[in-house]
């Protein structure tokens, strides 16, 4: 599995192995400010010149502050493949890091969190501006792989909080469908893709797959929420389809990184893919000129006092191939051959949250996100000493 995060172009030069401290410079060559991007440095690429073992902690300063880093496992083999820290730029700004060997980490409180939830089977995510969930088994109805949102108007966690006490009986029950101070789940996803999720696109229909069959909580936090959920589904001929979809959701972002795999598929040609944003009552859709960004705005639900949400979706140009509509979703369809990784972004964001404050804060969310992709971070390891 091969993760990159948005925006960011490595040059390493040869430097001095076995050494104290490596010097990280950051470079936006962008003509617009960057708001708590996140940044990744390969281990392997500081792990040889620090002398560092796979369970060596490090920390990272900038301007001689320490600032909060992430050191992740994506394949869960023992050793790390990133560390992760966060910073903000202006337009043409240039900054350096320091990354050290340290005798300990100090433990910071996590702003993102993802969990597999008993005895639902759901998976639900969140950072400091919103959360989502993935129905599971027990009470998913006729909901399939659509993306479900959950509102906030706190930075702190609410996942466990809100399960938690929407699993109380009778009157000590206070459901998650209620805003009591924090937000609320108000988003029906159904049989919809709902918030941003995927399906193939085979013949001018959409094929969705039911529940998902696995899921592996790779991270979760402090500043990055990482799982995969896995779907099974037997087809006419009797043969296995597998469709593996990576969720990564930073600190401080609205949209999720989703990455889709399928195994099982014929290699004849490419692979059509669909993603969708729920038709809601009321609301209006929105697209860039090249058609790569749809958004879509409204109230939330028929209670005005709820506020607006905009949900979102984010295809680079390399994939797109078309807009397109069903009965239920608003579309963009793209395209990859059966054996690459597909990837895009997908998310909602929330009036009451303090984010946004109309459609026009919320389509430039999505415009100046489509631009940070486009515009990578410029990376330099310097030296070591």
Known sequence: MRIINIGIIFIVFAIQACSQRVIIQVENQASFDRKTETIEIQWNEINTKLNLSNSSPVAVSEDGNKIVH??????ANGTPDYLLFQSSFKQDEKKQFTIMKVEANVPVESITDAKYILPRKDVAWENDCIAFRIYGGPLAGDVRSGLDVWVKRVRYHIIDKWYDGDSLKGKKRISYHVDHGEGADMFNVGKTLGAGGSALWV????CQFGLF??????????????????YDTVLADGETLNEEKTYTLDAGENLNRIDVHYTGLKKDGAVNI???????EGTIPYSDESNNWLSLWGLVNDDSTNGYLGTGLILPKRSYRERREDANNYLIIGSTSADKQ??????AGWTRSGDFSSVDNWNSYLKTFTLRLESPLRIMILDTN
């Open 70 to 75: 992430q050191v992740i496992d994506i394949d």
């Open 203 to 206: 013949d001018t229909t959409l």
């Open 213 to 230: 069959t696995k899921e592996q909580i790779i991270a979760t936090g402090p500043i990055r929420a990482m799982f995969t959920v896995t």
């Open 274 to 280: 669909a993603l969708g944003l729920v038709k809601r």
């Open 342 to 347: 597909f990837t895009y972004y997908a998310g």
